[in-house]
C-alpha cells in the first residue's frame, strides 16, 4: 500500500475503517460501505489499486461465486490472494477486497453488467466467462446486449480470456479478445441461444455440444479443456484425465471446475494439483450446504434465475426426499417473477412439495399449472414439525431459493458456511 499515492493511501485506509465499523456493529460484512466510503475520496482508487497485481475476473450468469472460490482456493498454492469472498460483486466490494491485502494474485467476481467497466480499469490478466442467460429482467440489460459490450471492451484490452465455447453468447463474447483459451463446459440451459449472435440467424445444434450458424459461419471454437460428466473427469490439453471427485454436487460444479482448473494453469498451477485443492471446497456462502435439524438433513440449494432452477433440480435427491421451493422479489431478486414461467417444474410431479417466500403465490400458481401437487408453508422449521408428525423416520428434505430468500433461510441457521 506503500506504492500507492497519498490520496490513495488516505481512501484505503478510511475504506477499511468503514467496513470495520460495519462488521463490528452488526450491520453486514463492510464490503460494500468500504468500498463506497473509498471511491469518495478517491474515484479512481480502482485502477490504482489493481496496478502491479495479476487479476482474473470472474463473470457470468450463474456460478460466479463458486468459480471465483474455486479459483482463489487452488491460487493460495502461490501465496495470498485478494478476493471478493463476501460476493460484493461491484466496484465498491472489488475496492474493498483489494484494500485489504497487498496480495499479488486475485481473483474478483465481477456482475456481468458491470464487467467492461472493471475490465477497463483494472486491465487483469484473465479474464473468466462461463455462461449467460436471462435474469432479473426488470433491471438487466437483453443479454444479447450484454454479449456485445463484453464483446466490445474485450476487443480494446491484452487480456487472456477463459471461456465457455458451448454457451454460443459467451463464445461470441470471448472471441472479441485477442488471446483466449477454451473450455468444453457444457450448457444444459439452451433457451437463450438459439440464435446467432454475429447475425441474428437460426444456429444448427445437431450433435451436442458443437453449434454453428449456417448463414454467417459462426461457429463453437475448438476447445482445450473440458469435462467429462460420464466419467467425472477434467480433460486437460495434453490428453491427460484427471478424476474430480468433488465434494460440491453436480454437473455446474464440474464445469466450475474445469473453468477453475484452466484459470489458474495461467499462473503455473499443475491440474492435478489444482484439483486436490478443489476437492477441498464443500460449501460457497451456504450453497450445498447440510444443516441437521430436529433430527432432518436439511440441505440448502441456491437457485436465481431459470437456468440456476435447473441446476438445482439435477442436483435434488430421489424423489422421496420433499423439496421447498422459496422465492421473494425483492430488488437483489428482481421485482419481475415472470421468469417462474420460463422454468420447467414437472420434474417435481411425484415429490412432496412446499411452497414459501413473499411470493409464494406467484409459485404455487406456476406449480399448479405444471400439475404439481404443493403445500404452502410460512418456515422451514414449520414444515420439518408436520413432515416430523407425519413421516417419524424422515431424514432429509430439500430446499431451493433464490437470493433473498436464500440468505433469509440461511440466516435461521446462523448463516451456515
Not at 130 to 139: G, I
Request: charged share 25%.
Amino acid at each position: 500500500m506503500s506504492e500507492l499515492p497519498l490520496r490513495a493511501q488516505l481512501a484505503s485506509v478510511l475504506g477499511r475503517s468503514a467496513a470495520s465499523l460495519s462488521r463490528a456493529t452488526g450491520r453486514g460484512d463492510g464490503s460494500v460501505i468500504g468500498g463506497r466510503v473509498a471511491l469518495k475520496v478517491e474515484p479512481d482508487l480502482l485502477a490504482k489499486l489493481a496496478q502491479g497485481r495479476r487479476l482474473a475476473l470472474v463473470s457470468a450468469t450463474n456460478g460466479k461465486t463458486t468459480t471465483t472460490k474455486l479459483i482463489t482456493q487452488a491460487l493460495r498454492d502461490l501465496g495470498d490472494v485478494a478476493t471478493n469472498e463476501f460476493g460484493a460483486n461491484m466496484p465498491t466490494g472489488h475496492i474493498t477486497a483489494l484494500s485489504s491485502t497487498s496480495a499479488v494474485n486475485g481473483v474478483l467476481e465481477v456482475d456481468e453488467k458491470y464487467l467492461p467497466q472493471v475490465l477497463r480499469a483494472t486491465r487483469p490478466a484473465f479474464v473468466v466467462l462461463m455462461n449467460l442467460s436471462r435474469d432479473q429482467m426488470d433491471r438487466a440489460s437483453e443479454i444479447n446486449l450484454l454479449a456485445k459490450k463484453w464483446r466490445t471492451a474485450l476487443a480494446e484490452t491484452d487480456t487472456h480470456v477463459i471461456a465457455n465455447a458451448d454457451d454460443p453468447l459467451v463464445a461470441w463474447a470471448g472471441l472479441g479478445a485477442p488471446n483466449a483459451t477454451w473450455v468444453s463446459a457444457g450448457q444444459r440451459w439452451k433457451e437463450d441461444s438459439w440464435c446467432c449472435p454475429e447475425c441474428g440467424g437460426h444456429l444448427k445444434r445437431d450433435v451436442d455440444p458443437h453449434w454453428e450458424c449456417p448463414e454467417c459461419g459462426l461457429a463453437r471454437p475448438q476447445t482445450t479443456w473440458g469435462v467429462d460428466n460420464d466419467t467425472d473427469s477434467l480433460v486437460c490439453p495434453d490428453g491427460q484425465r484427471v478424476r474430480l471427485q468433488l465434494n460440491l454436487p453436480g454437473d455446474a460444479n464440474r464445469s466450475n471446475a474445469a473453468i477453475a482448473a484452466a484459470t489458474v494453469a495461467g499462473y503455473g498451477i499443475h491440474p492435478v494439483r489444482a484439483v486436490e485443492r478443489l476437492r477441498e471446497i464443500t460449501s460457497v456462502a451456504g450453497r450445498y450446504t447440510s444443516v441437521v435439524t430436529m433430527g432432518v438433513e436439511v440441505r440448502l440449494l441456491l437457485a436465481k434465475n431459470p437456468a440456476g432452477w435447473l441446476e438445482s433440480f439435477a442436483v435434488l435427491d430421489p424423489p422421496r426426499v420433499p423439496v421447498i421451493l422459496s422465492v421473494n422479489a425483492q430488488i437483489p431478486d428482481g421485482k419481475d417473477t415472470s421468469w417462474l414461467w420460463d422454468v420447467d417444474y414437472t420434474v417435481l410431479r411425484g415429490r412432496r412439495v412446499f411452497v414459501m417466500g413473499e411470493r409464494r403465490t406467484d409459485l404455487a400458481l406456476r406449480l399448479e399449472t405444471d400439475g404439481v401437487a404443493f403445500e404452502v408453508a410460512d418456515r422451514v422449521d414449520q414444515v420439518l414439525q408436520r413432515l416430523k408428525a407425519e413421516q417419524p423416520d424422515i431424514t432429509k428434505v430439500d430446499v431451493i431459493a433464490n437470493y433473498t430468500a436464500f440468505q433469509q433461510i440461511r440466516t435461521a441457521y446462523g448463516r451456515v458456511q
